[in-house]
């Protein structure tokens, strides 16, 4: 599912205009926020929905998050569709969706994060108003208009980048590389960056949580005197490790972590000694 990012004006949602006019309609268009409401009647009404302003926070208090709500629209085989006053039915879940942002501010993604294909404009306004002054959106307006089967024809055509393919993650581009590090909070960046130096109990193969809280502390002081262990596994997880029961390390319990999800917890333990006598 394709995530176009750009300035208002660079054609977004022209991009849904032409999907409409190639397949003969059956495309919507809603507020990303509509991710954010528990009313989903929009879900079964069209092919193809444009998702325009999108982002991953929460737009509401109904408790609604949009990103497990995108999540079950793009995997799941039924959805939950409820409407104002109906009751709510279970139904096959046949809709599309492609979203459009102008900017990554509000999108929150992580490296595990495989399902949508992101990619900007390299226009910005400026560049997209003199396109518009040069006509160009008209004339592909009115190819949409009146000639949709030819532009349905040419895009069948064109071969298919061999990264695409329906059972395949979503190709990597430098949209998304950039949404990923906006999306980093300042833990994350503090945590990555002791485990590239690492340091006893913990570096990038495996990590005790105790002593990486303590790295963390040491290092940013006061501001960091109340971290908790479930921030510190939160972003262990983020970041794609496993945990791995706990450890006695130096005396001391602590949890264990490793990068490696296929070694066994004895070896997980194992390697942080090794952190610890060195």
Request: net charge neutral; hydrophobic share 40%; with cysteine.
């Amino acid at each position: 599912n394709p995530v176009f990012v750009g300035e208002t004006g660079v054609g977004k949602t022209a991009l849904a205009h032409l999907m409409a006019a190639i397949t003969g309609g059956g495309v919507g268009y809603r507020k990303g926020a509509a991710l954010s409401s528990r009313f989903s009647g929009w879900e079964d009404e069209n092919a193809l929905v444009l998702l325009d302003e999108f982002t991953t926070q929460r737009a509401t208090n109904d408790g609604v998050d949009p990103a497990e709500n995108l999540k079950v629209l793009i995997t799941g085989h039924t959805a939950a569709i409820e409407r104002k006053g109906v009751d709510t039915i279970e139904a096959p879940t046949y809709c599309n969706v492609m979203l459009a942002a102008n900017n990554l501010h509000g999108i929150r993604v992580t490296d595990q994060d495989r399902r949508l294909f992101y990619v900007s404009s390299p226009l910005d306004g400026e560049e997209a108003k003199a396109l518009v002054t040069s006509r160009l959106f008209d004339r592909v307006y009115d190819a949409m208009r009146y000639a949709p089967g030819a532009l349905r024809r040419w895009l069948l055509e064109l071969p298919v980048h061999p990264e695409f393919g329906v059972q395949r993650r979503a190709p990597e581009t430098n949209t998304r590389a950039e949404a990923i590090e906006e999306s980093k909070s300042d833990l994350r960046s503090e945590v990555e960056d002791l485990l590239e130096e690492g340091g006893p109990g913990y570096c990038w193969a495996v990590v005790s949580t105790q002593h990486l809280r303590a790295a963390v502390v040491a290092q940013a002081g006061a501001r960091r005197e109340q971290l908790g262990r479930r921030a510190i596994e939160m972003v262990l997880r983020e970041l794609g490790f496993k945990s791995f029961g706990q450890a006695k390390l130096a005396g001391k319990v602590t949890a264990a972590w490793a990068l490696d999800r296929s070694l066994t917890a004895p070896e997980v333990r194992e390697k942080l000694r090794s952190t610890i006598e060195k």
